[in-house]
């Protein structure tokens, strides 16, 4: 499901409030010892001015990129970047993303922001459509995969030719496959027709009207199936 507005608001609000208390705590610490061990008041400040930048430019690149494109604000709003295609978040799309951001809050308020992902057919803001992201709704972990059967994949055949899908490929159609239950059903829909359709020139023999989450079901049972 795509997140809407409100929920990525209050994340980027939690994450600001996050980057606050980072930045005071930064600050007292230097305060503390910036006299006596840094050798005057002038150091602590340019320090801090050093780590306050890295602090904003960095927080949300950082999660984004090393924890499956959740900060904390948005892991606590159920929410995750991802690109339109699937893939996970990567540092140039998050870098990109979140460069145009403070693009969000003219004139004020994340005025700017709302405005775009209302109007934009896949809630995107200003840096989601640049970058080629989209925010979903990450959906509820760990209860439905502990209860349920492993996933099995069906649709092998014996004439197909999928020696040019990477294994980094059929990871992610298999990471796709076994989350597509959390996702809503227009992105679902739209994730597996982008990569069935971006996969298939590189697999001969494929049924032409073998289409979406039936062709990618079919790919990874060939692929399994041939090693």
């Known amino acids: 499901m795509l997140a809407g507005p409100a929920s990525r608001f209050v994340s980027a609000l939690v994450d600001i409030l996050i980057q606050i208390v980072l930045l005071v705590c930064v600050a007292i610490v230097l305060g503390i010892v910036g006299s006596a061990a840094l050798g005057g008041g002038g150091i602590a400040v340019l320090l801090w001015f050093v780590l306050s930048f890295a602090v904003i430019a960095f927080y949300d690149i950082f999660f984004e990129v090393f924890r499956s494109g959740q900060t904390p604000g948005k892991r606590m709003n159920g929410?995750?970047?991802?690109r339109v295609e699937g893939h996970p978040v990567t540092f140039i799309s998050s870098a990109v993303r979140n460069i145009l951001r403070p693009i969000d809050f003219l004139p004020s308020a994340y005025?700017?922001?709302?405005?775009?992902?209302?109007?934009?057919?896949?809630?995107?803001?200003?840096?989601?459509?640049?970058?080629?992201?989209?925010?979903?709704?990450?959906?509820?972990?760990?209860?439905?995969?502990?209860?349920?059967?492993?996933?099995?994949?069906?649709?092998?055949?014996?004439?197909?030719?999928?020696?040019?899908?990477?294994?980094?490929?059929?990871?992610?159609?298999?990471q796709f496959l076994e989350r597509r239950l959390d996702l809503d059903a227009a992105v679902r829909t739209q994730l597996a027709g982008t990569l069935a359709e971006r996969l298939r020139p590189k697999v001969t023999g494929a049924p032409p009207e073998l289409r979406g989450e039936q062709f990618l079901h079919a790919l990874v049972a060939n692929k399994l199936g041939r090693r």
């Open 111 to 174: 005025l700017l922001g709302a405005a775009m992902i209302l109007a934009t057919r896949k809630n995107q803001r200003i840096g989601d459509v640049v970058a080629g992201t989209l925010v979903v709704r990450a959906g509820v972990r760990g209860t439905r995969a502990s209860g349920a059967p492993r996933l099995v994949y069906e649709g092998a055949g014996t004439s197909w030719d999928t020696s040019r899908i990477s294994d980094d490929e059929l990871a992610l159609v298999r």
């Open 79 to 82: 929410l995750r970047v991802v």
